[in-house]
């Protein structure tokens, strides 16, 4: 089965059933896992984190499995000062991961897919129009 991240818009995440998959665990029961869900503000930060220079630089790491974030940013002929400033940027919101490799950073992408669900009529009321 292939990893999948689920990204809503303009929603928080439901955590009121929390309590019971604990308690659950607790007392030795099988609990079926929660899909990954990552849930973004409003329309424009979804465009800002998920512009196509992001969505590159996703995909060069899924398929090229780079071993930092100089080889990441040779594999996309972009500066490593820009690469690095958008990949923390995707770190802070949990689209990629880091890991130690001697002393470089190694980003990785636990998923292959991402699912977005946009909810219309529903849209933030404090976005700014141009």
Request: glycine share 4%; no cysteine; net charge negative.
């Amino acid at each position: 089965m292939t990893p999948t991240l689920h990204v809503e818009i303009g929603t928080t995440t439901d955590h009121s059933d929390l309590e019971d998959s604990l308690a659950a665990l607790d007392a030795g029961k099988d609990v079926d896992p929660e899909p990954a869900t990552l849930s973004i503000e409003n329309l424009e930060t979804f465009g800002r984190v998920f512009r196509p220079t992001s969505l590159e630089l996703l995909e060069a790491i899924v398929e090229n499995d780079p071993s930092s974030i100089r080889e990441l940013a040779r594999m996309v002929d972009r500066h490593p000062p820009e690469v690095t400033t958008k990949i923390n940027e995707l770190v802070d919101y949990g689209l990629v991961e880091f890991e130690r490799d001697g002393r470089a950073k190694r980003p990785v992408v636990w998923y292959d897919e991402i699912d977005v669900d946009i909810r219309l009529g529903h849209r933030s009321t404090d976005a700014t129009h141009a």
